[in-house]
């Protein structure tokens, strides 16, 4: 008996022992946070991705983008003396890979891109109804473009796929723009094709994005920037001029100016919304500016305290600004040397009185009275675009397109041509390109 | 253990192989097919009748059952004849009695008249040359015709029996078989025989004293059991033991206690005698006989092992007059280093074995308890300034029996995983068999400041204008006034043994209204449940409490000690009449921290533990240990309304944070252990473990709260946090040690180990391990050598190793996560770190080799060892291109080295009658080097980015801006001229980053002094000394910096005797406050003078003071150079700053068994 008793007891170790182990998975899954594979896999958790997306561009991109490219391009100064701020301030030799900003914006707007690439190959393998999945889609296609759009404002040579194995190639800006705009021309396709449905527009889309006319607007800027004018004027005139279109803001998500620069104010506005060629009387000024007598640490410009799109940390910041549509058109005839169009654009900017703006931007000033050359008109589309299109991220590049003053021969309206690529991506992916020289 | 199993060839029952009774219920079977029962109620007994044929069937079935068993070792068996057994010696004690089975109820038994039976005085011839004794039974049985009935429960079958015998009778026949067998052989009426175990005989008892072999002292404590049985008992004080109902017969008594050689004696006991066992036990310098258990899978005795282990005993803890466990262990055993974070009662300790083998990881060794393994987090759940507590504070001191510390490679095969860092195994007291034995111990200590800092006292400011100033220490230490009472009873019969215990601290700390209460209650069954199975379960319940004011620290700067640092001491910190506290500071008002704060944390933990013992055959031994621990911490902080404190907790600040942790181990082990030949041994082990830990932590904080309220709603802002975590790990192991003659040993062993952790690819990771041991001293050639002479035991150790690490990753760090975000109120999710699914384990291949010898005829014994341990594969952050769409990604890069040296002398200088003098010396250096590490340096979190992770350097080294000197080195000014007169110049600054030095020490020693003098007094004394590491003294930093300049440093240079703009000057150079941390620490003194009363039932009574801490020989010139604000933490380590220092405490302990 005692060996059947020692037998079980053996047995029931043993057996103890296998059931233990087989009870127990080593596949333990998170509670904590999402992870990727069950992300890709769910109709909701691809929803959230898709408002995911939305949050982080205005809530991590936008503001590096724009604030650090403000101050490059003189919109904005620094006031605090952060090694990244002062060499951003400092621009031409000072500016290298290792500043952190560099990798900031090259990184976030990369992050955008992959995430974006995600959604459009992974929506199709899931059962959303025909409305939702377009929607969702056009906007994957249109953060995939603004992405690589907004890499080529700032880089000589740029992404146009994130590659997990770190050997991403590099296009020039003009191959770039092209897969931007096929970004957006698919947007556009996918949305005639089959219009957003009610669950996209109320429970994904940003409220105040307006998906249509972002994704035309976009089309004209990027094509001006490539220099396919004549679908830059088309693509702009498809854009309702009444429209207004917005990256949102909140409480958990806060307008990025309202907190640097008013709330905290480690940069400043620079008076004269940062131009040298701002015009006296122009109403745009005051919208965005409030005169002050302070002057800005360590550099000393004059700084005003900044309004506009940013007075709280929830106001919304614009896609895109409609005057845009007609400064594109403007400096595409110039540049075409159709002057009267251009001269009309013009003047429509400058005459414009806020309550004519949808978003109440409104210069009020005389008709254009300068000479009808490309040139100064080219002039005159800057001074307008600076003021327009203050602090859309887009100053660096319009200074560079138009042709201002630039390095190495002056440092005053802009002190990078372009930014160096992050030491991080050259240290680890091989087809990093040469730095520019300025 | 070691019985031999000589191989039969042939025998006039046919061919058999000895088998192990491992496949009983297959021999069982076959027997059933030759024996039938002799009656139904028998079930087991069978008699038998020889029939050749079967028997050869059975043999190659048994036979082939062997070979099942598949243990290597038995694969070595030659089939060659060794050694015959020697015939027994005849005695009434073990010879069979013949008797008649009763007819009446009344049980007795009739002796059968052996010369009158004609049955029995048949004569037979036999030759029987070592068969087992069923086969002569059968032999027996054919021969006289007799039927003979026997159990194998209750008679040994296998027993190797030899019978050669010409015309003999029956009787005698079966007397020779059956001798020393304990059976009797029983007639029933209808003339068969059966075999029956013989009837318990009365028992005797084994009285003795244990003493010093040398002295001639009494020694206490000294385990002294009786072979083959359960009854065992621990000599008290005057050294004397008593062991009482021991069956009757031979037996051998063996006395042992840590540090001695084990004594062995036969006694023969007789029924209702006392015999007497005195034992003189000789010291056992190398403690080669001492039996480890950690890292080894099987009880081993130290001379077997390949590596060195570290072993302290329970009296080392009890002198040391510590609250913690680990404090305890500061100086007990070489290449330990253990350092004390924290001056708080409660306060952390790190401990260190053979440096530190990880950068994002745990550094601290595995603890394991009674087999369990138990947490020893350090759960930050409210911020108090770096210090925090490790969780093993839970565990009572007083409870502990023994400790093994095992580094390096040796803790491989068992631990595979998680060895990386070492293994220390705790195991607690057990009940023995005996009358219940009560223990009481009270203690009651002071703890005081040991040294203050040097205030400033210039009754000047800076414009010229008199102040008066403030020493801020004084509202915020006292002396602490501490009891702890201890109690335990333990017992037991032999069967069912005892221990039961109960603890209370209430510990003040140097710091008022500091304070740590922690009470315990622990019980251990343990049960015999038969001859071959035994059951212990053990469990614990602790409850710690801690009331705490936070002080210093990386991260807020809220406490006390911060408050006096940044002063000014311009202020009175005591409150007015109408209890006002001044906000004139920097800082917090140190005197409205420790009376307003309300920082508290409790935790309710409860180990448990069962392990199931299962010895089926002499040799085999199946053991299962199922190990619990859980606990609950949880955390509350209290800032009120309108404090002193900047920033916004001047507005009110509440914080909560809980944490819920659970750890199961199921642990099986199978042993088989076998002599195999006279000179070779051999132990086999499989093994396998299964461990589980999930915790979850909840936090919530809140600012701005309405006053009065003090919980965290009631705060205006809120913050809420919730991390849930599970962990698997599963393990099997196989491990293989050969004994070649007593002297020469090897082991090769391999674990294969899974964690959850890591993805499935690089889940499953082999470590394996070799080790050897070769006692010299053993052989001929030694002893009859001069080497003999000066080295009377001598033994070379080596060991090789891998082993891994698992605390550098994060249980789901693997995955690509997403966390939730909100965006107009909608669900987002958002992309957080890239994926490490390629990840594995930190990998430590670790050498190590060694001398243990003894010297002066074995009056001073030591220990070498040197080892080399390179960890690869460290887990680290490591940034990846930024066109991934990430920014970091954790992989395997890195490298560390440990290298070091650890020596370990134990002497004994003098030994006579009234005075033993007994000396330990240990030595351990070891060099750190980091390597690999992507673009060479690697700047340490929670460091103020002055600690990193550099190429060629050890871990941690201090980073920063430094003095400007030029070529020669020589500090320059800050015009450029060589710095020399302190008085006229303000020294210069080199801004680019340097390396300014090393909290890692060269080296660690200790030595400890035990001194017994008479019977009744004892003398204790311990140095420590750490040399060669430098320590941050941000404090001085601090009270320098004009601003702040609450030290003598800033007093001095107001008065003139340092240059003005100094300490502006120096607030930016690091170097100047690098401090040589070197020191050497009175650690522990101690006098014990111990009587035995005989009164109130007390037997033994000890009076104890003791001194800890109480002076340090250093050049350090702030508190304590071993303190750390980085509490616990891996790479940030010898950080001053506001960190409470280690008290000066004066112990009184009591304690009496009765």
Redesign the interface.
């Given at each position: 008996?005692?060996?059947t008793?020692?037998?079980s007891?053996?047995g029931l170790?043993?057996l103890?022992?296998t059931l233990?182990?087989a009870a127990?998975?080593?596949?333990?899954t998170?509670?904590?946070?999402?992870?990727?594979?069950k992300?890709l896999q769910s109709q909701d958790?691809i929803q959230?991705?898709?408002?995911?997306?939305?949050?982080?561009y205005?809530?991590n991109v936008l503001g590096t983008l724009y604030i650090n490219t403000g101050v490059t391009s003189r919109e904005l100064t620094i006031n605090e003396t952060y090694l990244g701020q002062v060499a951003i301030e400092e621009g031409g030799d000072q500016l290298d890979g290792s500043i952190g900003e560099m990798?900031s914006i090259?990184?976030g707007e990369?992050?955008v891109?992959?995430?974006s690439e995600l959604l459009l190959r992974q929506v199709p393998q899931i059962a959303f109804d025909p409305g939702t999945r377009s929607g969702i889609l056009a906007l994957a296609h249109l953060y995939s473009a603004r992405a690589i759009g907004d890499l080529t404002t700032v880089f000589e040579q740029v992404?146009i796929h994130?590659?997990?194995?770190?050997?991403?190639a590099f296009y020039s800006r003009n191959d770039a723009l092209a897969v931007a705009i096929a970004h957006l021309d698919s947007a556009a396709r996918i949305l005639a094709d089959t219009a957003p449905s009610t669950l996209f527009n109320s429970?994904?889309k940003?409220?105040r994005l307006d998906l249509l006319n972002t994704i035309d607007a976009y089309r004209a800027r990027y094509h001006l920037f490539r220099g396919d004018l004549d679908e830059a004027i088309e693509a702009s005139e498809d854009v309702d001029p009444a429209a207004t279109s917005f990256f949102?803001y909140?409480a958990?998500?806060l307008n990025p100016f309202f907190e640097d620069l008013v709330q905290s104010r480690s940069y400043a506005a620079r008076d004269d919304l940062g131009s040298p060629l701002t015009e006296a009387g122009d109403k745009r000024v005051s919208f965005f500016l409030t005169s002050d007598p302070a002057v800005s640490n360590p550099k000393q410009y004059p700084i005003d305290l900044l309004g506009g799109f940013f007075t709280s940390g929830t106001s919304p910041i614009p896609a895109y600004i409609p005057g845009e549509m007609i400064l594109i058109r403007a400096e595409a005839y110039a540049r075409q040397h159709v002057y009267d169009k251009a001269v009309a654009a013009i003047d429509s900017i400058r005459t414009k009185t806020a309550a004519q703006d949808p978003l109440g931007l409104g210069a009020d000033l005389p008709p254009y009275s300068g000479a009808e050359t490309e040139e100064a008109l080219l002039t005159e589309v800057y001074r307008q675009r600076a003021a327009e299109l203050y602090l859309q991220g887009l100053r660096l590049e319009d200074s560079r397109r138009l042709g201002r003053p630039g390095p190495p021969a002056s440092l005053d309206e802009r002190n990078r041509n372009y930014y160096p690529y992050?030491d991080?991506?050259r240290?680890?992916?091989p087809n990093?390109p040469a730095n520019p020289a300025n | 253990m070691s019985q031999h199993h000589p191989r039969v060839h042939r025998t006039p029952c046919g061919a058999a192989l000895t088998v192990p009774a491992f496949h009983q219920r297959d021999r069982n079977q076959r027997i059933n097919m030759d024996c039938s029962p002799i009656s139904p109620a028998a079930v087991g007994i069978r008699t038998c009748r020889p029939d050749r044929g079967r028997l050869l069937r059975r043999a190659r079935r048994l036979a082939m059952s062997a070979a099942v068993m598949a243990i290597a070792a038995t694969f070595l068996q030659s089939p060659v004849r060794l050694q015959a057994q020697a015939p027994y010696p005849p005695s009434p004690d073990t010879t069979p009695r013949f008797l008649l089975a009763s007819s009446d109820q009344s049980g007795r038994q009739k002796t059968v008249d052996v010369g009158r039976t004609p049955l029995l005085r048949q004569r037979i011839s036999l030759t029987l040359h070592d068969v087992s004794l069923e086969q002569a039974l059968r032999a027996i049985a054919a021969e006289s015709g007799l039927d003979i009935a026997y159990s194998r429960t209750t008679v040994p079958l296998d027993r190797i029996v030899r019978l050669d015998a010409r015309d003999i009778t029956l009787a005698e026949a079966l007397e020779k078989v059956l001798t020393g067998v304990d059976a009797d052989v029983v007639f029933s009426a209808n003339g068969r025989a059966m075999i029956v175990k013989r009837p318990p005989r009365a028992g005797g008892t084994i009285v003795g004293r244990v003493t010093d072999a040398r002295s001639g002292a009494p020694l206490e404590a000294v385990s002294v059991v009786v072979d083959g049985t359960r009854a065992g008992v621990l000599t008290g004080e005057d050294g004397s033991y008593r062991i009482a109902a021991v069956p009757a017969g031979e037996h051998t008594v063996i006395a042992r206690r840590i540090g001695y050689t084990p004594g062995r004696q036969n006694v023969t006991v007789t029924g209702d005698q006392e015999v007497t066992a005195n034992f003189e036990l000789s010291a056992d310098a190398l403690r080669m006989s001492e039996v480890v258990v950690t890292g080894t899978s099987v009880e081993t005795t130290r001379r077997q092992l390949g590596n060195a282990v570290g072993t302290v005993d329970a009296q080392e803890i009890a002198k040391s007059g510590s609250v913690a466990i680990d404090r305890a262990l500061a100086g007990k055993a070489a290449g330990v280093m253990v350092q004390q974070n924290s001056g708080n009662p409660g306060g952390g300790i790190s401990v260190r074995l053979r440096g530190t083998n990880t950068i994002l990881g745990s550094a601290d060794p595995l603890y394991i308890v009674d087999g369990v393994i138990v947490n020893n987090d350090t759960p930050d759940l409210i911020y108090l300034g770096g210090y925090s507590q490790n969780r093993l504070v839970d565990l009572n001191p007083e409870d502990v029996d023994h400790i093994e510390i095992v580094k390096g490679a040796a803790a491989a095969a068992l631990y595979g995983s998680r060895a990386n860092n070492g293994v220390v195994q705790i195991f607690t007291k057990r009940g023995m068999a005996g009358k219940p034995r009560l223990t009481w111990t009270s203690t009651v200590h002071a703890d005081q400041l040991r040294k203050r800092l040097a205030v400033n006292t210039y009754p000047f400011d800076a414009a010229g204008n008199p102040v008066t100033r403030y020493d801020h220490q004084d509202v915020i230490f006292h002396t602490g006034v501490g009891t702890e009472q201890a109690a335990s009873i333990a017992g037991g019969s032999e069967a069912s043994r005892y221990y039961l215990s109960g603890g209370y601290v209430n510990d003040n700390g140097i710091v008022r209204a500091s304070n740590f209460t922690r009470a315990s209650a622990r019980a251990r069954l343990d049960q015999t449940l038969s001859s071959w199975a035994s059951l212990s379960v053990g469990g614990a319940f602790n409850f710690s409490r801690d009331q705490d004011i936070p002080n210093g620290g990386l991260g807020s700067l809220y406490g006390a000690i911060d408050g006096f640092l940044f002063g000014p001491n311009t202020y009175d910190p005591r409150p007015d009449s109408n209890g006002v506290y001044s906000h004139d500071g920097s800082y917090a008002n140190p005197a409205e921290v420790i009376d307003k704060y309300d920082f508290a944390q409790k935790t309710n933990r409860f180990i448990g533990d069962a392990h199931l013992t299962i010895t089926p055959i002499d040799g085999l031994k199946l053991e299962y240990t199922l190990g619990y621990d859980g606990y609950d911490q949880r955390a509350t902080a209290f800032i009120p309304r309108g404090t002193g404190t900047p920033g916004v907790y001047a507005l009110g600040y509440s914080q909560q944070g809980s944490r819920d942790f659970t750890q199961v181990n199921n642990d099986i082990n199978i042993n088989y252990s076998r002599q195999l030949k006279p000179w070779l041994h051999s132990t086999s082990s499989l093994g396998g473990t299964v461990q589980y830990e999930v915790s979850n932590s909840t936090g919530a904080s809140s600012y701005d709260l309405t006053p009065v309220t003090e919980t965290v709603p009631s705060g205006a802002n809120w913050d809420i946090s919730e991390y849930r975590s599970t962990r698997i790990v599963e393990g099997i192991f196989g491990q293989q040690t050969f004994g070649f003659g007593d002297r020469l040993y090897l082991t090769a062993a391999g674990r294969l180990d899974a964690s959850s952790v890591f993805g499935e690819a690089d889940r499953w990771q082999a470590y394996p391990k070799v080790s050897g041991s070769y006692v010299l001293s053993e052989e001929d050639f030694w002893g009859e050598s001069f080497l003999g002479r000066i080295f009377p035991q001598f033994k070379l150790r080596a060991a090789w190793g891998n082993s891994g690490g698992l605390t550098a990753i994060g249980p789901f760090a693997r995955f690509t996560n997403y966390s939730p975000v909100s965006y107009e109120n909608l669900p987002g999710l958002v992309q957080q770190r890239q994926q490490g699914s390629e990840i594995k384990p930190e990998r430590q291949t670790a050498l190590e080799g060694g001398i243990d010898a003894t010297l002066f005829s074995n009056r001073l014994g030591f220990e070498l060892t040197v080892y080399k341990q390179h960890t690869k594969d460290l887990l680290l952050t490591r940034t990846v291109a930024l066109s991934t769409g990430f920014s970091t990604r954790l992989e395997n890069a890195g490298e560390i080295d440990n290298n070091g040296v650890e020596l370990l002398v134990r002497a004994t200088p003098v030994a006579k009658s009234d005075v033993t003098w007994n000396t330990t010396l240990s030595y351990s250096s070891n060099r750190n080097k980091v390597s690999g590490i992507e673009g060479g340096v690697r700047v340490l979190a929670n460091s103020w980015g002055l600690a990193a992770a550099i190429n060629g350097e050890p871990l941690g080294v201090y980073y920063g801006a430094g003095y400007a000197r030029d070529a020669q080195g020589r500090i320059l000014d800050k015009n450029g001229d060589v710095f020399t007169d302190p008085k006229t110049q303000v020294p210069g600054r080199d801004p680019t980053p340097r390396i300014l030095g090393d909290p890692n020490p060269g080296w660690i020693g200790s030595w400890i002094n035990d001194v017994q003098v008479g019977e009744n007094l004892s003398f204790r004394a311990q140095l420590d000394g750490v040399f060669g590491n430098d320590v941050w003294n941000y404090d001085a930093r601090i009270g320098a910096y004009p601003p702040y300049g609450t030290l003598d440093l800033y007093g001095q240079e107001l008065a003139g005797d340092i240059a003005a703009g100094t300490g502006n000057a120096l607030w930016l150079n690091f170097e100047r406050w690098v401090e040589d941390g070197s020191y050497v620490k009175v650690r522990e003194v101690s006098a014990t003078y111990t009587f035995h009363p005989r009164s109130f039932g007390i037997s033994d009574l000890g009076v104890s003071l003791i001194g800890r801490n109480l002076y340090s020989f250093d050049n350090y010139s702030g508190y304590d150079p071993e303190t750390n604000a980085g509490g616990q933490s891996t790479g940030t380590r010898g950080y001053q700053f506001g960190e409470v220092p280690i008290p000066r405490s004066f112990v009184l302990r009591i304690n009496a068994s009765f």
């Open positions: 008996m005692h060996t008793i020692r037998n007891a053996i170790v043993v103890g022992a233990g182990a127990c998975s080593l596949n333990v998170d509670p904590n946070s999402a992870s990727e594979d992300v958790a959230a991705l898709a408002v995911g997306l939305q949050q982080y205005a809530n990798a090259f990184g990369m992050e891109l992959r995430t992404p994130s590659d997990p194995d770190e050997n991403a429970k994904i940003s409220s949102s909140d958990q998500n992050p991080q991506e240290r680890n992916n990093t | -």
